[in-house]
């Protein structure tokens, strides 16, 4: 089992969640194993607990990633109500016990130590204080350099354009491009990380003459990215493409 290659060097690839069509998404196995490839970039998702922690996991409960077995909503209660939650691995099989909701700084510190790109999703609103605690901690680690920041929440890149003036920031979006759209990409210097399903070649060279980045979530097929890479997409964000 492994990776499908795409042959397209000019486009940067994204390991969807870490590495999830191979290890259980936003876990640290996942995020060692994009890391071990060829991959740009190592995306996932934070949210914060009730007691302040930045947690990995795109739900805001663990009912999904746990098959149904634990359902704890992270941001209603304390980190400790799912340290020592041990995930199934994809075949449902609870033997391993790496797999489990990591930190903010563990997804850090191994794409860090693999010289990988933090793609950091900010899931949900998050307001001006806790952004500001995010970029503090990524920061202690010695690496907000190496972070791309992106949120469907217009106000989370807003306040991370103010407070980090030269951040790579993108706007996520599974919405037609419209030349409104650009123009506020543009006005607040934000890329864009729009469903593939919405991207054209004229859409990915309207983007491109106003000096927009592209990224695209979440393109699993084949003959689909390679369809991306012939309209010039700069990033394709993926759960097994390489």
Known sequence: MDTIK??????????????????????????????????FGIETDVHKTADGKFVIIHDETTERVSLGKVNVNVEEEPYAAVADLVLPDLDGSTHRQDIRIPLLADYVA????????????????????????IIAEIGSLG?????????????????????????????????????????????????????????????????HKAGIAVNCWTCDKLEDAEALAAMGVDFITSNILE
């Open 110 to 133: 191994i794409c860090k130590k693999y010289e990988k790109v933090c793609v950091l999703e900010l899931k949900n609103a998050f307001p001006e204080d806790d952004i500001e605690k």
């Open 6 to 39: 795409l042959n397209a060097k000019a486009v940067k690839m994204v390991a969807h969640r870490g590495l999830s069509g191979l290890e259980r998404e936003n876990t640290c196995p996942a995020f060692v194993a994009a890391a071990n490839r060829s991959y």
């Open 143 to 207: 690496y907000l350099d190496g972070v791309i920041f992106i949120s469907f929440d217009w106000q989370n890149c807003v306040t991370l354009r103010r407070l980090l003036p030269e951040a790579k920031i993108q706007w996520l979006t599974a919405s037609d491009v419209t030349a409104e759209t650009i123009a506020a990409l543009v006005e607040n210097r934000l890329d864009l990380d729009i469903h593939y399903k919405r991207l054209t070649k004229a859409v990915v060279e309207d983007l």
